[in-house]
């Protein structure tokens, strides 16, 4: 079974940056995409970004294009978020989370195509 482990969000003030990481054990088919997502308070989940560990193709959520980067190290299995220029909006929990589907399109800024999570990791963003 595939275990993914966050990290890295702490509390920091607007304008800031902080660098998310997720951490993929198990064994894994070669291509598979994984995704950031988070949820708020009284919110929905949503989608931020997402990459495809094979190409590296990237997705970004609209509300973060230009502030957030997605990487992937696979010599390190680890898939980063860089997140620049925060703003209060962005506080929530953070998650990431595994498609092992082989093709990789807009509909994996959702949650449908994801098969595994990890249990997240809290970004606060204070004003």
């Known amino acids: 079974e595939v275990q993914l482990v966050e990290s890295g969000g702490a509390l920091v003030q607007a304008g800031g940056s902080l660098r998310l990481s997720c951490i993929i054990r198990?064994?894994?088919?070669?291509?598979?995409?994984i995704g950031w997502f988070r949820q708020a308070p009284g919110k929905e989940r949503e989608g931020v970004a997402c990459?495809?560990?094979?190409?590296?193709?990237?997705r970004y959520d609209d509300s973060v294009k230009g502030r957030f980067t997605i990487s992937r190290d696979n010599a390190k299995r680890t898939v980063y978020l860089q997140m620049n220029s925060l703003k209060t909006d962005d506080t929530a929990i953070y998650s990431c989370?595994?498609?092992?589907?082989?093709?990789?399109?807009?509909?994996?800024?959702?949650?449908?195509?994801?098969?595994?999570w990890g249990q997240g990791t809290q970004v606060t963003v204070s004003s």
């Open positions: 989370a595994a498609d092992f589907d082989l093709y990789f399109s807009s509909f994996h800024l959702t949650s449908a195509p994801y098969e595994y």
């Open positions: 198990g064994e894994i088919i070669n291509e598979f995409t």
């Open positions: 990459i495809n560990m094979r190409d590296r193709s990237t």
